[in-house]
């Protein structure tokens, strides 16, 4: 999926692909001598995976995080909790970070975004519409034991 999408592409604009320290994720994972199954990674010597192995940028990046994991060094990338608080701040994107960086969220359908931010928190406290989803499902019916059904083989069974 990430190479349909476009995701891992080094030359494309940093919104549009994974970041540099994913990417260096991957290139340090292919040239593992750990071999990859065949179905995860295409033909190393051509289209998307050429490209990632010969950029000099993810290179770069692959090297500092080798070293990092041999010295027991590296850390691993956080993601901040969400502040509902951020959220109503002039500017908001659920794509950028405060700080800049990319998030995971992408914005689907630009145009009806702020319709259905109206309808999902009007701001009136109402949870008419949770209650229903907060029931608990039907309990389901008990199945016979084996102690109390008989089957000859012949896919009928009989209670005993």
Same mark, same amino acid.
């Given at each position: 999926?990430?190479?349909? *999408? ?10 549009? &692909?994974?970041?540099? &320290? ?10 593992? +001598?750990?071999?990859? &199954?065949?179905?995860?990674? !295409?033909?190393? *010597? ?13 290179? +770069? ?5 080798? +070293?990092?994991? &041999?010295?027991? +060094?590296?850390? =691993?990338?956080?993601?901040?909790? =969400? ?16 700080? !800049?960086?990319? *998030? ?54 009989? *209670?005993?």
């Amino acid at each position: 999926m990430l190479l349909w *999408t476009g995701a891992m592409d080094v030359d494309a604009r940093p919104e549009k &692909r994974l970041s540099d &320290r994913a990417l260096a994720r991957i290139l340090h994972d292919i040239n593992s +001598k750990r071999d990859a &199954r065949a179905h995860w990674v !295409g033909d190393l *010597t051509k289209g998307t995976w050429l490209a990632l192995r010969n950029c000099d940028r993810i290179q +770069k990046e692959e090297a500092k995080i080798s +070293k990092d994991l &041999r010295d027991d +060094k590296y850390k =691993f990338p956080e993601v901040p909790p =969400f502040d509902p608080k951020e959220a109503k701040a002039p500017g908001y994107t659920p794509i950028l970070t405060s700080q !800049g960086s990319y *998030t995971a969220i992408w914005k689907s359908n630009a145009g009806d975004d702020d319709e259905e931010d109206d309808e999902e928190d009007d701001g009136s406290g109402s949870e008419e519409d949770d209650s229903e989803e907060e029931k608990p499902p039907p309990a389901k019916k008990a199945k016979p034991s084996r102690s109390s059904s008989y089957s000859s083989g012949d896919g009928n069974t009989a *209670t005993l």
